[in-house]
T-cell receptor, first 111, second 115 residues
Framework: QKEVEQNSGPLSVPEGAIASLNCTYS??????FFWYRQYSGKSPELIMFIYSNGDKEDGRFTAQLNKASQYVSLLIRDSQPSDSATYLC???????????FGSGTRLLVRP | EAQVTQNPRYLITVTGKKLTVTCSQNMNHEYMSWYRQDPGLGLRQIYYSMNVEVTDKGDVPEGYKVSRKEKRNFPLILESPSPNQTSLYFC??????????????FGPGTRLTVL
């Protein structure tokens, strides 16, 4: 089993809808979780990080973490065509210096 | 402007011809890392460096070398490239590697093709 699992998609939503992206992980020692957005041919850029159970909101983005169930999700409200990209979930354990990435979910927002 | 730069951005080479991909950051970051990205496999760490003269292997270090002689630079060396090293390479840096939520800043990427 991969350490970080994401559905590759594409996830297609209409403009203005809520896009829900999910990520599950296997190691209960995982402490910090990150969502990166990557446009085609470009480098990843950090959208949000979360390390406490519950929700964390930043503008149109909400990250949700449930350590008991070992999943982290990203909600994008009022989705825009410019949100069309691949979203990478990553985690870091306090005992390790490295980020472990999922393979990403491709999001398509239809005008 | 705070940034991570990589050169070259695109490279086509032949099997066995040594090459170096440079990475430089101007943010005084201690931690630097190299990743490769392949379709369906996500980003995989090749090597990382906690500080000058401190480097360690990531998940896929075979066929690669790195050095960290200066804080700002972290070159990736392929002594004898092979076609299975054809990939998109990213360099990244962060303030420290040990603080869990420190953001990693990524360079623009180097697309390498080994024939």
């Amino acid at each position: 089993q991969k350490e970080v699992e994401q559905n590759s998609g594409p996830l297609s939503v209409p403009e203005g809808a809520i896009a829900s992206l999910n990520c599950t992980y296997s190691d209960r020692g995982s402490q910090s979780f990150f969502w990166y957005r990557q446009y085609s041919g470009k480098s990843p850029e950090l959208i949000m990080f979360i390390y406490s159970n519950g929700d964390k909101e930043d503008g149109r983005f909400t990250a949700q973490l449930n350590k008991a169930s070992q999943y982290v999700s990203l909600l994008i409200r009022d989705s825009q065509p410019s949100d069309s990209a691949t979203y990478l979930c990553a985690l870091r354990m306090d005992s390790s210096y490295k980020l472990i990435f999922g393979s990403g979910t491709r999001l398509l927002v239809r005008p | 402007e705070a940034q991570v730069t990589q050169n070259p951005r695109y490279l086509i080479t032949v099997t066995g011809k040594k090459l170096t991909v440079t990475c430089s950051q101007n943010m005084n970051h201690e931690y630097m890392s190299w990743y490769r990205q392949d379709p369906g496999l996500g980003l995989r760490q090749i090597y990382y460096s906690m500080n000058v003269e401190v480097t360690d292997k990531g998940d896929v270090p075979e066929g690669y070398k790195v050095s960290r002689k200066e804080k700002r630079n972290f070159p990736l060396i392929l002594e004898s490239p092979s076609p299975n090293q054809t990939s998109l390479y990213f360099c990244a840096s962060s303030l420290t590697g040990t603080v869990s939520y420190n953001e990693q800043f990524f360079g623009p990427g180097t697309r390498l093709t080994v024939l």
